[in-house]
């Protein structure tokens, strides 16, 4: 199993950054199988080449301009996710879509890509989301988790020492 859980957003932009604050909620609140890697994408593009080369599965969390009402949580899968970069749906799309094609063209495309996208109610410079996109951060996580566990990767939620513990230490951080 070669997933990676990847949370790409602008913090700076206030729902912009939904897709970095659930893999954060993820990775400070359950632990993983091996093979399942969460990585905080930020703003980057060609820079996750290598994070995304090869990979059995890629969930891709992001905002993501739907057309439904703000806090909306959907969920798309492998070909319905290249026809959607032809309209722009999320502030990230060219540097992601560059990096999806760099992948195909050297045979190292992911074998599923799913994107879970919630519809941003503000990206104005703010730091913070909006009441109703971090409303919708439940129903998000609550996806991933169901979509791991469908492929017999469920998370274990961590206690609140442990939860605790990793806050200390400082385990989630950004490794780009």
Do not use: C
């Not at 495309?109 to 439940?138: Q, Y």
């Amino acid at each position: 199993m070669n997933i990676l859980i990847l949370g790409v957003g602008n913090l700076l932009l206030s729902d912009e950054a939904v897709g970095v604050r659930i893999v954060e909620a993820l990775g400070r609140n359950y632990s993983f199988a091996p093979g399942i890697e969460l990585l905080d994408g930020g703003t980057a593009g060609m820079e996750l080449l290598e994070a995304m080369a090869s990979r059995d599965h890629i969930i891709l969390v992001d905002a993501v301009r739907s057309g439904n009402p703000p806090g909306t949580v959907v969920t798309l899968k492998d070909e319905a996710i290249p026809t959607l970069f032809g309209r722009k749906i999320s502030p990230h799309q060219l540097g992601l879509a560059d990096v999806l094609s760099a992948l195909h063209m050297t045979g190292e495309s992911p074998k599923r890509l799913t994107l879970l996208g919630v519809e941003p109610e503000s990206l104005e410079p703010r730091i913070g989301l909006t009441p109703v996109v971090a409303a919708a951060l439940g129903e998000a996580t609550d996806r991933i988790l169901t979509l791991l566990a469908s492929v017999g990767a469920p998370a274990i939620p961590l206690s609140e020492q442990e939860k605790a513990e990793r806050a200390r230490e400082g385990l989630w951080r950004n490794p780009l």
